[in-house]
């Protein structure tokens, strides 16, 4: 029975596979997916009867479109032979004998008997595995990050500690396709059905990406501020979506080579939010008011803040407070300050030019003898 069972199946693969495919991407994937098998499109609007062929198995002749953003990567019993960059319609060649067809022109000896043969041996299955696969080339958008409590990094500009909760999303590139799949695509997902997605929260891989970049985000927020080219402030950070996605894919590949072993990048970044530990926000208020006090504005300003407390401590402590104030704002290096400019004291008038101008109003009779008495002595102090 196993043997009948074994010719019946041969036989019937052999036919079956003689029909040539056509391969496309397969209906309803997410827009985050990154590896998928080639799917044969057996009937389209009800015409076609190429539905009983061998899943692992091309037939010679097929043709395989690829569309544009996806590269193609061929495999043959587990290695990959082959990757295909650029889109368009390709033709499926191969020297396996389970590939051959009649209508590829294979002949027919070859193409029957021969498969049939070596099929039986295998129970009437075909004696090899050949599969197309689909290689997002695009960038893979809604790979999130976030922490759950502060993480700490030292900050070129505060010059200090700094912490904060943050969370956001990145998008990510398979830039080696080919190392992409060898080092890093688990074997699961080399089969039909399976959709590769960094999105997934069942995909353990995926899981791990995003373990690895939560670890990633102090040395990168640490380069990206302490950068003296870049003279990068902390509160720059949400604007500067493609400069902090540098910083952190630098970190990344420093910390665990995503882009030399596993052949990925990160590409942008969106930093959601910001939330910042109580000392830092402290700290960001005094150089906010720092900021705002520098140059004209701030001298202005500053003279005000004085003046302001000059009157206070007139008001409130006399002398003694206006003494305090005068050795405070020494100390504080604001002796420099413009002050309003006192009215000067009128120079005092010299008593012979008076008397002189006297005696030459008593001889023009403009004033009497007892006038002019009365101004020699009060010239001349008597």
């Known amino acids: 029975m ?4 074994a010719v019946v199946g041969a036989v019937g693969g052999v036919l079956g596979d003689q029909w040539k ?17 080639a799917v044969p499109q057996g009937t389209n609007a009800g015409r076609g009867s190429n539905t009983s062929g061998s899943s692992n198995i091309i037939t010679n002749g097929s043709k395989i479109v690829v569309p544009e953003g996806y590269g193609l990567l061929l495999m043959q019993d587990g290695a990959i032979t082959a990757f295909v960059a650029e889109p368009g319609g390709y033709e499926w060649r191969s020297d396996d004998i389970n590939s051959k ?33 689909f290689v997002s080339l695009k960038e893979l958008p809604d790979n ?5 409590s502060e ?29 992409f799949v060898k080092n890093f695509v688990p074997a699961a997902y080399l089969q039909s059905g399976k959709v590769f997605d960094f999105t997934d929260l069942d995909n353990a891989a995926a899981t791990q990406l995003f373990n690895e970049v939560v670890g990633s985000l102090a040395p990168a ?3 990206y501020t302490n950068d003296p080219s870049k003279g990068n402030r902390i509160t720059k950070l949400q604007q500067d979506s493609l400069g902090f996605a540098q910083s952190l894919s630098a ?65 409130n402590g006399g002398a003694a407070g206006l003494m305090g104030v005068g050795m405070a704002t020494g100390m504080m290096g604001l002796g420099n300050l413009q002050q309003p400019a006192a009215p000067a004291a009128p120079a005092a008038e010299d008593p012979v030019a008076k008397l002189k101008k006297a005696k030459e109003m008593l001889d023009l009779g403009l004033i009497t003898q007892s006038d002019y008495d009365a101004l020699k002595a009060k010239a001349l102090g008597l």
């Open 2 to 5: 196993g043997l009948v069972q």
């Open 21 to 37: 495919d056509f391969y496309t991407v397969p209906a309803g994937l997410p827009s985050t997916a990154a590896l998928f098998a």
């Open 101 to 133: 067809s009649i209508f590829a022109g294979d002949g027919i000896v070859s193409t029957f008997i021969t498969q049939s043969w070596e099929r039986f041996k295998f129970g009437g299955q075909p004696g090899s595995q050949q599969a197309a696969f």
């Open 144 to 148: 999130r990050f976030g922490t759950q």
């Open 151 to 179: 993480i700490y990094w030292d900050d070129g500009f505060l010059n200090t500690q700094v912490g904060a909760v943050t969370r956001g999303s990145y998008t990510l590139k398979i830039v080696d396709p080919i190392l």
């Open 221 to 223: 927020f640490s380069l």
């Open 251 to 315: 970190a990344v590949e420093q910390g665990y080579q995503w882009s030399s072993d596993r052949g990925l990048a990160i590409v942008k970044t969106a930093i959601v939010s910001i939330e910042y530990d109580a000392n830092t926000r402290e700290l960001l208020k005094t150089v906010q008011r720092a900021d705002a006090l520098s140059g004209a504005r701030g001298n202005s300003n500053l003279q005000a803040s004085v003046a302001q407390g000059i009157q206070s401590a007139g008001e």
